[in-house]
């Protein structure tokens, strides 16, 4: 099971506030406020830890760190036919595989 240190964090800027903001993927919800990027992350690590805790107190299993998961390499997409069918058009004009141009896509 991961410790609150496996998870995604990411630091960022907030002109509405004029601090920095804490964010940790797997927790949405959660944020914390600081004036600088080391106490936006301390923050939002600590505030992590407090919940995980909290969730395991209450026989609740917190979020598996994206980190520590495993990844098929397959992603099933819906989409409308005729993305579908202009997709397929496009992957044909240039000349490789729906699977490569939507990769291709998505990496860029």
């Not at 949405?28 to 992350?41: D, F």
């Not at 395991?56 to 390499?73: D, I, K, M, Y």
Request: charged share 20%.
């Amino acid at each position: 099971m991961a410790t609150h240190e496996h998870y995604t964090y990411r630091i960022t800027w907030s002109a509405e506030d004029h601090e920095y903001v804490g964010l940790c993927t797997e927790f949405p919800s959660l944020s914390w406020l600081a004036s600088t990027r080391t106490g936006a992350l301390d923050g939002i690590e600590q505030l992590v830890a407090t919940v995980v805790v909290d969730m395991l107190a209450n026989g609740e299993t917190p979020p598996e760190a994206l980190a520590e998961r495993n990844f098929s390499g397959k992603l099933v997409l819906r989409l409308t036919p005729e993305q579908h069918r202009r997709l397929a058009i496009n992957a044909m004009e240039e000349g490789v595989s729906l699977n490569r141009y939507l990769c291709a896509r998505l990496a860029g």
